[in-house]
Each structure stands twice: as C-alpha cells, then as structure tokens.
C-alpha cells in the first residue's frame, strides 16, 4: 500500500543532522564575535567532534532511558545488608556521561577560551535536554570553581584532581544543597545546623534536612548549613564540603529519604535528604558562606542554565524546521503555509537572542576567569547572570511549546522526537537556581545598591555606538525605546511600594533590548549571513516596535530573509 505520509517521515528522520556543531552554524559565529582571534582551529575541532558526539552516542543513550523509562533508582542496602543509599542507573546513562566527561568540559583551565569552550560544549550537551548528565556536570564546574577560588589549599589537594578529570569513570561528582523544605527562595530561612567537631580540628558535623538535593549520587556534596552562633538570615550561613562516604562505602551522616518523581529531568536523580552529624568542611571562611553559594555555585549554574535553554531551543528549532519541511499537509509541505512559516521565524529569532546575550555574558565570565574583569564587568556580569537566566529560561518553554504544535499531535509522543522531553525539562529548568519572581527582585535590589541600571545602559549605548550605518535605523528603534523605559525604570527602581511587578515587565524589555543589541552586534560582522542581520531586525521590529493592531506586523516581511 502507497503510505506517503510514513516516508515523508521517513526521509525526516534519515536528515536528522549527524553533528549539532556543523548543524548550528550561529555557535560558530557567536563565539567568533566574542573570542574573536581566541577562537582557534583547535576549539572548533574539539567542538565539531563533540557536536557529533552528542547527536550519535548521548542522544541514543538518552533515547534509550527515555523510551524505556530506565530512570535512577535508589538502593539503601547492598546484597549483605551493608547501608550504602547507593543510586542505581542503566549503562546508557554511564555510556553517555562517559562521553561527556572525555569532551573536556571539565577539564578546562578556567581562563579567558575555557569559559567559551565550556559554554560551547555545554550547548552541544543541551540539545538533548538535561539527560541526566547536564546538572551533575554544572554542579560539579561550580564546585570545582568555589573550591580553586575559596578552599584551604588541603580541601583543594584533596579533591581538585578529581573534579577535573575527563574520565568519568574515576571522576569526582559534585552538587549543591541549598534548599530546605520551607524554602527554596527564602535561603535564609535555612535551619541545617553546624557543630565544630571535637575530634577533628577544623571539621565540622552537620544535621539537618535538605529538601531539593540532585545529584544525589555525587561523591561530594557543597551545602549551606548554620552554626550555633551566627546570626540568622542569609549572613549566618556558612559553606560546607561534605564527602559522600569517608570509608569508601558507608554513607558520611545521611539518609535518603526518597528519589523525587518529576516532571522534567527524569534521570537525574534528586533526592531528598536528612544528614545527621556528617563529617564536613568549610569552603572558605564561616561569615563568607552565602556569598560563596551565590557567587561561586549559584552564579555558574544560573549562566549554564542559561547555555542550556538556549541548546534546548537550538534543538527543537532543528526538529520543528526539518519536520516542517517533510511533512504534507493539503498536498504542501507545512513549511509553505504563512502561519507555520511565522512560528518557525519566531522560534529562530528567539533561540539566536537566546544566544546572543548569553555568549556576552560568557564573555563577561571569560573576562572574570581571566583576571581582566573591570569594576563594570563585574557589575554588567551581576546584571546579566539573574537577568538573562530569567528570559531565556522563560523563552525555552514557550519555543518547544510552539516546536511541539509545529508537529501536531506528533509533537506530544514520546518516541517521537525529543520534544516533550525538552519541553519538561524547560519547565525545570525555569526555577532551578531561581525563579523569575526571585531573579528579577535580586536585580532590583542590586540596581538600587549598585547602581546596575546606569551600568546596563551605558553598556547599551556603547555597544549600538559600534554597530555601522547599514544597520543605524535598527539602532536608533532600540536607542528610543531606551531612553522612553530609561526614567520609568528609575523611578519603579526607586519606588519601595508595591512595583515588584512592574519592575519584572520592565526588566523583560530591558532584556529585549539587550538581547537585540547582541543581535545587531552579531548581524554586523563582515561574515555575517543574510538570515543573521534579518533576525537582528525582526527581533528589534517583533519586541520593540509597538504598532497598532490593524497593520501588518513590520517584522513579519523579514520572515523569509530569517528562514534563509
Ligand atoms: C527538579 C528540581 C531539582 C532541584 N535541585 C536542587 C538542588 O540540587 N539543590 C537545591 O538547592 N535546590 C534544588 N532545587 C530547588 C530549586 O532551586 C527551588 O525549587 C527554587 O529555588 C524555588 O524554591 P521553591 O521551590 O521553594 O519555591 P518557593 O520559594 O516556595 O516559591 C514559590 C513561588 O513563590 C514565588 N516567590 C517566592 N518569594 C517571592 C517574593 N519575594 N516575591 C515574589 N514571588 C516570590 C516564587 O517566584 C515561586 O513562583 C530543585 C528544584 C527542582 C524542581
């Protein structure tokens, strides 16, 4: 029988791209923008090979767990009744972090090209979602960092090595547990208590419960916890290093209570957990313990949340467009219907802001690792992390949301495509390490006690002030809408009473226009492409152009220039 509908699929699923890296030539541009001449042949080898790495192990790996619901398990008790609350998961799952362990991207020095090489990997990563690999390789790039930045030098001979190894069967996992079941925003309501050890000098025992714990398999866990003595709120809490077992086997002083049951990012496993008198030590000084989590873990998980909505929406752009492209409808591709044309261009536009502004924040990360950070980098770096981990992390869901209505009822089967995974992981990925509410309030606060909003506009001004004449009308629609949000941004800034809201619309269009200044930027190199400048405008004409409802939307003209 004639079933051309089934090899429509068919050839769809035989073009599906062999390597993420050649498949999304915009990672290329966005890094040569940023490193400019740092961008080496060597870098593009490792990440071409990677690129192919993800498409032809990881993603079978995670398909396989997927498909089979082969998620963690927990094992208490070992066959002689030994407690070891061990984490059981399939080999696929130690087959694809194999690979992702030996890309490198924990490995890397941190300097100016290893923060662009671990974001460009991680992208790579993240196009097949979270996939039990993608937490436990942030948590332990911030562990890692918190310890070469903070530790006594014995805390750092004794784990740096394993943190940093490419071998993922030898490799030490690292995580973080902040989160306590009265809050997950409201840290400072923390009550995990921390004694000095009396037998050990310099150690200290915790107890306590902590609510949210992923990579409850890690072999090191960084948590906050209080001492007797210190006042309450964030300012009491110090930074713990614990080690899951002290003899090689028997749990350091915890209990798992249970693996969670979750919506998204199902095999990885997050526990919740009791400790009680585990063995731990300080990173860095006791008063110094919020600003460690919140600068060393929570900052590198919010840029790499940040790296990984955008892989995941880079990802289903892939599937959405290709899938547009086989599929008959009406006796036409779907790809030549107006409408579904639109949402394609809007998922395209989307993903390169989503880039865009988080490579100018990896540059801004690659300037602090390198030692060449200003007082200003430093600030629009303060900006960017809560603020850009905000948009993109919001802009993810609602792109596999249209990628999925792109596939039509195909869209919401599992086996499908990795779509449904995508987008429940996107919904995780929107409170980990912050929600919205919690991020935008951060960059209020720190917009009143240090200024960020004159910083993030100056920066603005300058980076426009760069962009050439063939782009200049572009540039001037974001330069009025700046300095039209500029005062009302002040003065809701200032206001103490009852503007959280408003602050968070505000700050959504701030961020439109930082992201579109990305664009432009990014659109005017001399090797851009046609499709990079036509997203540069239609982003700025899509989100900051307020037209009236009878016209034709001004971007929607660009769609076919954006598609390419
Ligand atoms: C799958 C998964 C894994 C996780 N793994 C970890 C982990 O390994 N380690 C860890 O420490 N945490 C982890 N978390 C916890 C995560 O960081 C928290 O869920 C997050 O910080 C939010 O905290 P909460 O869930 O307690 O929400 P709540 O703090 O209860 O917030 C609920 C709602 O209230 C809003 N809200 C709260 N305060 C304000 C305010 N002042 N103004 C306006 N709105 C407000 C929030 O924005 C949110 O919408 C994980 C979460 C998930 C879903």
């Given at each position: 029988?004639?079933?051309?509908?089934?090899?429509?699929?068919?050839?769809?699923?035989?073009?599906?791209?062999?390597?993420?890296?050649?498949?999304?030539?915009?990672?290329?541009?966005?890094?040569?923008?940023?490193?400019?001449?740092?961008?080496?042949?060597?870098?593009?080898?490792?990440?071409?090979?990677?690129?192919?790495?993800?498409?032809?192990?990881?993603?079978?790996?995670?398909?396989?767990?997927?498909?089979?619901?082969?998620?963690?398990?927990?094992?208490?008790?070992?066959?002689?009744?030994?407690?070891?609350?061990?984490?059981?998961?399939?080999?696929?799952?130690?087959?694809?972090?194999?690979?992702?362990?030996?890309?490198?991207?924990?490995?890397?020095?941190?300097?100016?090209?290893?923060?662009?090489?671990?974001?460009?990997?991680?992208?790579?990563?993240?196009?097949?979602?979270?996939?039990?690999?993608?937490?436990?390789?942030?948590?332990?790039?911030?562990?890692?960092?918190?310890?070469?930045?903070?530790?006594?030098p014995a805390l750092k001979e004794r784990y740096l090595d394993g943190l940093t190894s490419p071998d993922a069967a030898l490799a030490l996992r690292g995580s973080q547990f902040l989160t306590e079941v009265q809050g997950g925003s409201d840290v400072g309501a923390n009550v995990a208590r921390a004694t000095p050890d009396p037998m050990s000098p310099g150690a200290w025992r915790i107890s306590g419960e902590k609510w949210f714990c992923s990579v409850a398999d890690a072999d090191l866990f960084a948590l906050t916890a209080r001492s007797e003595s210190a006042p309450s709120g964030t300012k009491g809490l110090a930074c713990f290093l614990v080690p899951r077992t002290l003899d090689g086997v028997t749990p350091n002083g915890f209990r798992i209570r249970r693996l969670k049951d979750k919506l998204g990012t199902r095999a990885l496993a997050s526990a919740e957990i009791?400790?009680?008198?585990?063995?731990?030590?300080?990173?860095?000084?006791?008063?110094?313990?919020?600003?460690?989590?919140?600068?060393?873990?929570?900052?590198?998980?919010?840029?790499?949340?940040?790296?990984?909505?955008?892989?995941?929406?880079?990802?289903?752009?892939?599937?959405?467009?290709?899938?547009?492209h086989f599929r008959q409808a009406f006796g036409a591709p779907i790809e030549s219907f107006d409408a579904v044309r639109e949402q394609l261009a809007f998922m395209k536009i989307e993903t390169a802001a989503a880039l865009a502004s988080t490579m100018a924040l990896t540059e801004l990360v690659a300037k602090i690792d390198e030692g060449t950070a200003t007082s200003e980098d430093l600030n629009l770096h303060r900006f960017l992390v809560n603020a850009n981990k905000y948009v993109t992390s919001v802009a993810a869901s609602d792109v596999v949301h249209r990628g999925i209505e792109v596939l039509g009822g195909n869209g919401t089967i599992e086996d499908f495509s990795p779509l449904p995974r995508l987008y429940r992981d996107a919904v995780v990925f929107e409170s980990w390490e912050g929600t919205h509410n919690v991020l935008c309030a951060q960059v209020r606060r720190d917009c009143v006690r240090l200024g960020l909003l004159d910083v993030v506009t100056e920066w603005v001004r300058s980076e426009l002030a760069t962009v050439s004449a063939s782009l200049a009308p572009d540039a001037n629609q974001v330069r009025d809408v700046l300095e039209r949000l500029e005062p009302e941004l002040a003065k809701t800034v200032e206001n103490s009473v009852n503007s959280d809201a408003n602050f968070r619309r505000q700050l959504?269009?701030?961020?439109?226009?930082?992201?579109?200044?990305?664009?432009?930027?990014?659109?005017?190199?001399?090797?851009?492409?046609g499709a990079e400048r036509a997203v540069g405008a239609a982003f700025v004409r899509l989100h900051?152009?307020?037209?009236?409802?009878?016209?034709?939307?001004?971007?929607?003209?660009?769609?076919?220039?954006?598609?390419?």
């Open positions: 029988m004639d079933q051309p509908g089934r090899d429509d699929l068919l050839e769809w699923r035989a073009s599906k791209p062999a390597n993420f890296y050649t498949a999304v030539p915009g990672l290329a541009s966005a890094l040569a923008l940023r490193m400019k001449d740092n961008f080496s042949p060597s870098l593009r080898e490792r990440l071409s090979t990677f690129g192919s790495d993800v498409a032809t192990v990881i993603e079978p790996a995670v398909q396989i767990l997927e498909r089979n619901r082969e998620f963690p398990k927990l094992r208490p008790y070992d066959e002689f009744g030994q407690l070891v609350e061990e984490i059981e998961f399939h080999p696929a799952h130690d087959e694809a972090a194999r690979v992702a362990w030996a890309s490198g991207v924990l490995s890397t020095p941190l300097n100016f090209e290893g923060a662009f090489e671990v974001a460009g990997l991680f992208f790579l990563l993240s196009h097949v979602g979270e996939g039990g690999q993608a937490c436990p390789i942030v948590c332990t790039i911030g562990l890692r960092r918190a310890l070469e930045h903070r530790a006594s009791d400790f009680s008198d585990a063995l731990a030590w300080p990173i860095g000084e006791l008063d110094q313990g919020f600003n460690i989590a919140v600068s060393e873990l929570l900052n590198t998980s919010r840029w790499l949340n940040a790296v990984g909505s955008t892989g995941i929406m880079s990802r289903t752009y892939l599937e959405a467009s290709s899938f547009a959504t269009t701030l961020m439109r226009i930082v992201q579109a200044t990305c664009l432009l930027r990014q659109g005017d190199q001399p090797s851009s492409t900051l152009v307020v037209q009236d409802f009878a016209e034709e939307p001004t971007w929607l003209p660009l769609v076919d220039e954006v598609l390419g």
